[in-house]
């Protein structure tokens, strides 16, 4: 019987090949490294500007619900005085107990004092509702620019664009900067 050589399998070609090829792409690009580790610090920080928007929403509308109740507290303390004051007339007219009439104008001018206060607290509570909301707004924001950064990033790195990529980090820093800045100042 004749014995047949096997021909050479080749599986360390492809694998010499493929070695080569990393090596040659490491040293051509490596800036995306540095592209890929910005990337995912910009990722964490959108992250944490949207878990501080949404944050910054939520109070928003906490203070906004209270201070709708304080104004419909208001209005149940001025239907209050303006039920006393028509009462107060027409037992004023009918020549009521003065001790009881008395009474009722000490009602009325204790419902004023008492909407004043409610009043005040209701208007501090939608001041506090805007400025969170504002907030919110600055922080979305943030994000948004994160977003565009890192997707200019991502652009970058698939076509190869080391300029793309360095724009991408600057739209990225200036959207840190502000974010930390409001951070720092709320």
Same mark, same amino acid.
């Given at each position: 019987?004749?014995?047949?050589?096997?021909?050479?399998?080749? =599986?360390?070609?492809?694998?010499?090949?493929?070695?080569?090829? /990393?090596?040659?792409?490491?040293?051509?690009?490596?800036?995306?490294?540095?592209?890929?580790?910005?990337?995912?610090?910009?990722? =964490?920080? /959108?992250?944490? @500007?949207?878990?501080?928007?949404?944050?910054?929403?939520?109070?928003?509308?906490?203070?906004?619900? !209270?201070?709708?109740? &304080?104004?419909?507290?208001?209005?149940?303390?001025?239907?209050?005085?303006?039920?006393?004051? @028509?009462?107060?007339?027409? !037992?004023?007219?009918?020549?009521?107990?003065? @001790?009881?009439?008395?009474?009722?104008?000490?009602?009325?001018?204790?419902?004023?004092?008492? &909407?004043?206060?409610?009043? /005040?607290?209701?208007?501090?509570?939608?001041?506090?509702?805007?400025?969170?909301?504002? !907030?919110?707004?600055?922080?979305?924001?943030?994000?948004?620019?994160?977003?565009?950064?890192?997707?200019?990033?991502?652009?970058?790195?698939?076509?190869?664009?080391?300029?793309?990529?360095? /724009?991408?980090?600057?739209?990225?820093?200036?959207?840190? =900067?502000?974010?930390?800045?409001?951070?720092?100042?709320?």
């Amino acid at each position: 019987m004749e014995e047949t050589e096997i021909g050479e399998v080749g =599986v360390d070609k492809p694998a010499e090949a493929a070695q080569e090829k /990393a090596q040659e792409e490491k040293h051509r690009t490596p800036w995306l490294r540095g592209l890929a580790v910005s990337s995912a610090c910009l990722a =964490v920080i /959108a992250a944490v @500007a949207s878990l501080k928007s949404g944050r910054c929403a939520n109070e928003a509308l906490l203070k906004q619900s !209270l201070a709708t109740d &304080q104004w419909a507290y208001y209005q149940a303390k001025g239907n209050k005085a303006a039920t006393r004051t @028509a009462e107060l007339d027409i !037992l004023s007219e009918l020549h009521a107990d003065p @001790a009881r009439l008395t009474v009722m104008r000490a009602d009325i001018e204790k419902y004023a004092v008492e &909407q004043n206060e409610i009043r /005040a607290e209701a208007g501090r509570l939608q001041k506090e509702s805007e400025a969170q909301l504002a !907030l919110h707004e600055w922080f979305a924001s943030t994000v948004t620019l994160l977003q565009v950064s890192i997707g200019l990033s991502a652009i970058g790195a698939l076509i190869e664009s080391r300029k793309l990529w360095l /724009a991408s980090m600057a739209a990225g820093g200036v959207a840190t =900067v502000v974010f930390l800045a409001r951070w720092i100042i709320s």
